[in-house]
């Protein structure tokens, strides 16, 4: 399979891509629901933000204005939904079922396989919801706040920052997803990582409000630069060598993912236990 054009290799994988936008779009109720779901929270957040800032003495905390963390929750939301998939939630199925065995068999890279997988899913959201949220907000700024967006090389920045954010996510869900090896059935251990995930990343309050250990702490996990990073190159909060520096401490972490990834999946395929028959 090595030897194969690269063009080739990619068309090999393009079906998996394509089914799983299939898969979505026959689910509507599901994307509705999921979408409904995603904008409640993220008004819930809006308006408990605007409550903050009203009983503030000042109107500024810790660097933000009210007009920086308005643009902060409707990007952060924007942002999760651009890089988030579910590779854990697939490889655990397919371990619990006992299709892992076929998939392994199968003359195809499985890691190659699940990316692409993860990669028509996140096409599906950035297009339907991440793209349609951005463009309301910029004019829901513009027209009451005469706010332009961001400059193209700031977009470029940002989109680069997502791009490196959607594969470091991958990767942790893809180890993560290796615990159906051990345990079989990983739904609880999932919904319990979501919730902290969401927390640690900054998705719901921006890391600059914990205290200087708790920051300083987040640059030996992955959290912040999956959503944090490109948010805040976003809202220009990170520029020049900030912004650069902020990038190669993703470009490190899918160096480090990666490798504990082939780590842990050479161990886990040794535990290889089919339950599905």
Request: charged residues 10%.
């Amino acid at each position: 399979m090595d030897s194969l054009p690269k063009k080739k290799r990619l068309n090999l994988y393009l079906p998996f891509a394509k089914s799983e936008i299939q898969r979505a779009m026959s689910y509507r109720m599901n994307f509705f629901m999921f979408a409904i779901g995603g904008l409640i929270q993220v008004f819930v957040t809006y308006y408990l933000w605007i409550a903050i800032f009203k009983s503030s003495p000042t109107s500024t905390l810790n660097g933000f204005t009210l007009s920086n963390i308005i643009v902060y929750i409707f990007m952060s939301n924007i942002t999760a939904r651009a890089v988030n998939s579910s590779g854990d939630m697939i490889v655990g199925e397919e371990v619990l079922t006992g299709d892992i065995a076929m998939n392994l068999i199968r003359p195809i890279s499985y890691h190659l396989r699940l990316l692409f997988q993860c990669l028509g899913t996140v096409a599906y959201q950035f297009v339907t919801l991440s793209v349609p949220m951005w463009i309301g907000l910029i004019l829901v700024r513009y027209y009451t706040a005469h706010e332009l967006p961001p400059s193209i090389g700031t977009i470029l920045l940002y989109t680069c920052s997502c791009l490196l954010s959607f594969y470091i996510l991958f990767l942790f869900n893809f180890c993560f997803g290796m615990l159906a090896f051990y345990v079989t059935y990983i739904w609880g251990l999932r919904v319990c990582k979501n919730s902290i995930f969401n927390f640690f990343s900054g998705q719901i309050i921006p890391l600059a409000f914990f205290p200087l250990w708790f920051q300083h702490a987040m640059n030996f996990v992955p959290f912040g630069s999956i959503n944090y990073t490109p948010v805040m190159i976003y809202l220009q909060k990170l520029t020049g060598y900030e912004a650069l520096k902020a990038i190669l401490v993703q470009v490190v972490w899918i160096g480090v993912l990666f490798l504990i990834s082939r780590l842990i999946w050479k161990k886990a395929t040794k535990r290889l236990m089919i339950l599905g028959g």
